[in-house]
């Protein structure tokens, strides 16, 4: 199977044909159908290898930078309405809600104004599906997790009561905070971008590397659970966004897989458990229930969600829709948004 160099094509973005093939109104109504077309821009930018790069460059620093200016300057703002102490304090809402809207905000204004995307497909608001699959996917992959090592003997649960500000908040920090700002970093920017220059295949193992890295220092983390994240998460959410080019859908998943965690009392990425509405409790060997991490470090864990990540690369091969590195498909063609798509 050949990787698409991204010369023009009159094919149709449903059959897994590269987007640029397609007119503004042809992709708008894909997406209002719910498919899922990929994001590759209807308007090529031309230049040297070297603007190109220098480009992707610009832009994810960009992502950052904003990222960061925006999440400081709004909670700024907030501290002078509520107080430093309110703001510092991971037990209220505002550090949740500047990360959120701060990322999403960057990420807006980086496609908007450096890259003329005036229509996001990975972000369309007429894509509601793709969120409600992520949600019912990360929970489903999570109690089949749970309930395998459960069934090995590795956990044994008990009932303590719903705490409903417990879940308010994890839903705020492991759900929202963590599933739109890891997935507007990783996939949103570093995926999409290093895509430019490394293609499809380079760009997934990138920001699976750089995932699992992102959470190598987390509390009670290790070689092993680094690995673990790598595999299970990275490469499968990567997988996930370059088969539907679709941001919802990872962030549904990515934000239910989380709180579903925390709802069992388990470790969130080696993160001290809540006490919600269950209490898990590791009696199993740590390569059974994922140890003091928790239960992404599960050889169970590892095994399932690498082979459904591995599903997903193997959709992706037969649909024939990644990108080829750029020292392949030529300097004049890579992923800028158009102005054409305003809607």
Partial sequence: MQERDHQPDKGHAAEGLPA?????????????????PADIALRPLRGSRGRIVLSVLLRFVALLAGTLGIVVALLFVAALFVGREQVRSMETVYPALALTVGSLVAYLLVARFLEGRKFLVELAPRRPSALLIGVAGGGVAFLLCYGLIGLFGGYQVSYVGMNWSAFGMSVLYVGLSAGVLEEILFRGGLFRLSEDIFGTWGAILISAAAFGLGHAFNPNSSAW?????IVEVG??????????RSLWLVI???????VSLAVFGIAVSGNEPARILFSTRAIGSAWLTGGEFGMEASIVTVTLLGLLGLVVVLLILARDQTL??????GPQLTQTGPDELAV
Wanted: charged content about 20%; glycine content about 6%; cysteine-free.
């Fill in 324 to 329: 080829s590195p750029l020292w392949r498909r």
């Fill in 20 to 36: 640029e093939a397609l007119t503004a109104a042809v992709l708008r109504e894909l997406v209002e159908e719910e498919y899922l």
């Fill in 252 to 258: 549904g998943f990515h934000s239910t897989w989380n």
């Fill in 225 to 229: 659970s680094t690995f673990a994240i």
């Fill in 235 to 244: 490469v499968l959410f990567g997988g996930l966004y370059a088969l539907t």
